[in-house]
T-cell receptor, first 112, second 107 residues
């Protein structure tokens, strides 16, 4: 079985631009969560979706938004990019909310 | 506010020794914890989890202990191997992660 897949793997954007990151969960998993990981720190929770509904939101500005599609894949959108948004963005999927989650390899976003 | 933290940022052990990585949490209502291993350039990898109705859980070469009285959990790795070298995170409900402990195994 394929694991969690994220695209793209690397991305360079300019300040002020918008970015969309994509995540495909493991087959059968209905929950997707997004995290931001700055170098040298632990992942910071951004969003959790289950059955296409937002189930949790971390302490991130409204420039960050996400959605989950009927096939349980998900997109993370970030508007008006700042230099500080440069990070590894991780997606994790699980069968349901609150159980073991499996992570993708992440998307490395660099804002210049 | 609520937090999940690790006691030490780095841990160096000799190959074959046992490793113990500690984690403290502040929310007494926390009922589910996960330990993850993250190797360089990769996403976190699930190791083991534990719910608050347990105080110990064992996996292959790993044991997690949960002390709800002092809000502390630990990950014990038996017979540590070079392949265990990585950053280890504890996470409350998989959402609140600590800063991580970098484990280095010396051959």
């Amino acid at each position: 079985d394929a694991g969690v897949t994220q695209s793209p793997t690397h991305l360079i954007k300019t300040r002020g631009q918008h970015v969309t990151l994509r995540c495909s969960p493991i087959s059968g998993h209905k929950s997707v969560s997004w995290y931001q990981q700055v170098l040298g720190q632990g992942p910071q929770f951004i969003f959790q979706y289950y059955e296409k509904e937002e189930r949790g939101r971390g302490n991130f500005p409204d420039r960050f938004s996400a959605r989950q599609f009927p096939n349980y894949s998900s997109e993370l959108n970030v508007n008006a990019l700042l230099l500080g948004d440069s990070a590894l963005y991780l997606c994790a999927s699980s069968r349901q909310a609150g159980v073991e989650a499996f992570f993708g390899q992440g998307t490395r976003l660099t804002v210049v | 506010g609520e937090s999940v933290g690790l006691h030490l940022p780095t841990l160096s052990v000799q190959e074959g020794d046992n490793s113990i990585i500690n984690c403290a949490y502040s929310n007494s209502a926390s009922d589910y914890f996960i330990w993850y291993k993250q190797e360089s350039g990769k996403g976190p990898q699930f190791i083991i989890d534990i719910r608050s109705n347990m105080d110990k859980r064992q996996g292959q070469r790993v044991t997690v202990l949960l002390n709800k009285t002092v809000k502390h959990l630990s990950l014990q790795i038996a017979a540590t191997q070079p392949g265990d070298s990585a950053v280890y995170f504890c996470a409350e409900k998989g959402m609140r992660f600590g800063a991580g402990t970098r484990l280095t195994v010396k051959p």
